[in-house]
C-alpha cells in the first residue's frame, strides 16, 4: 500500500462549482500535513497546511481525521485559475511524502 | 528574497553519461530536498541534507548521490544514466528541523536521457 494515496482524477468541473478531494495516508505516526498546488510543468507550492481542527484560508477548508487517516481539501466557488493539480502531502520523521496529485480542471 | 534557484533548468544526456544538478536554497534555510518527478508521477523522495550532512534517503540506487555545501548550496549526481532517469529534478528548502515543515521548491532541472 501506498504511503498517500490520492484520487488522480481529473475533476471537471464548471466555474462556481464546490468540489472536495480525500487523501489517505497509511503510517499512523505521520505527523504533519499539506495540500501543495502544482500548475502544469511548474514546481509545487504551498497551499495551505491542515491541522486536526480544520482550517480555512478563504476559500479552501482543510480538514484531518487521525483515527481514518485522512486528510480533505474543500475549495467553494471554483474559478478557472484554480485549475491545477493538488498534492497530498504527509510529513514523518521530518521527511515530506507526496500524493500523486489530483487534478482538477474548471471549465466556463 | 530570493527564492531557491536551480541549475541547469533543462538537459539532456545519454545512456550511460553522468550529471551534476545545483540547487542554492534559501538565505537561511538549512535543509535541502532532492525529489524526482517523472512524467505522470508523483514526487519520490530522493534525499535529504540538513547543517551539510546527508539525513535521509529514499529507495533509490547508489548511483544516485549528492552532497550539500557549508554554504547549505547543494549538488545531486547521477551516475550510469539510464532512459528512466528522465524526470524533472526537483530541489526544496526549508528552515531546517525546527521549522513548520513547508517547502519551498525551485522550479527544477528537467533531464533527457536519450
Known amino acids: 500500500r501506498k504511503e498517500v494515496e490520492q484520487d488522480p482524477g481529473p475533476f471537471n468541473v464548471p466555474e462556481g462549482a464546490t468540489v472536495a478531494f480525500n487523501c489517505t495516508y497509511s503510517?499512523?505516526?505521520?505527523?504533519?500535513f499539506f495540500w501543495y498546488r502544482q500548475d502544469c510543468r511548474k514546481e509545487p507550492k504551498l497551499l495551505m497546511s491542515?491541522?486536526?481542527s480544520g482550517n480555512e484560508d478563504g476559500r479552501f477548508t482543510a480538514q484531518l481525521n487521525r483515527a481514518s487517516q485522512y486528510i480533505s481539501l474543500l475549495i467553494r466557488d471554483s474559478k478557472l485559475s484554480d485549475s491545477a493539480t493538488y498534492l497530498c502531502?504527509?510529513?514523518?520523521?521530518?521527511?515530506?511524502?507526496f500524493g500523486r496529485g489530483t487534478s482538477l480542471i474548471v471549465h466556463p | 528574497e530570493a527564492g531557491v534557484t536551480q541549475s541547469p533548468t533543462h538537459l539532456i544526456k545519454t545512456r550511460g553519461q553522468q550529471v551534476t544538478l545545483r540547487c542554492s536554497p534559501i538565505?537561511?534555510?538549512?535543509?535541502v530536498y532532492w525529489y524526482q518527478q517523472a512524467l505522470g508521477l508523483g514526487l519520490q523522495f530522493l534525499l535529504w541534507?540538513?547543517?551539510?550532512?546527508?539525513?535521509n534517503r529514499g529507495n533509490f540506487p547508489p548511483r544516485f548521490s549528492g552532497r550539500q555545501f557549508p554554504n547549505y548550496s547543494s549538488e545531486l549526481n547521477v551516475n550510469a544514466l539510464e532512459l528512466e532517469d528522465s524526470a524533472l529534478y526537483l530541489c526544496?528548502?526549508?528552515?531546517?528541523?525546527?521549522?513548520?515543515?513547508?517547502?519551498?521548491f525551485g522550479e527544477g532541472s528537467r533531464l533527457t536521457v536519450l
Open positions: 502531502v504527509v510529513r514523518r520523521s521530518y521527511i515530506p511524502t
Open positions: 503510517n499512523s505516526a505521520s505527523q504533519s
Open positions: 538565505s537561511g534555510h538549512t535543509s
Open positions: 541534507y540538513d547543517e551539510g550532512e546527508e539525513r
Open positions: 526544496a528548502s526549508s528552515p531546517g528541523t525546527g521549522g513548520t515543515g513547508e517547502l519551498f
Open positions: 491542515v491541522y486536526s
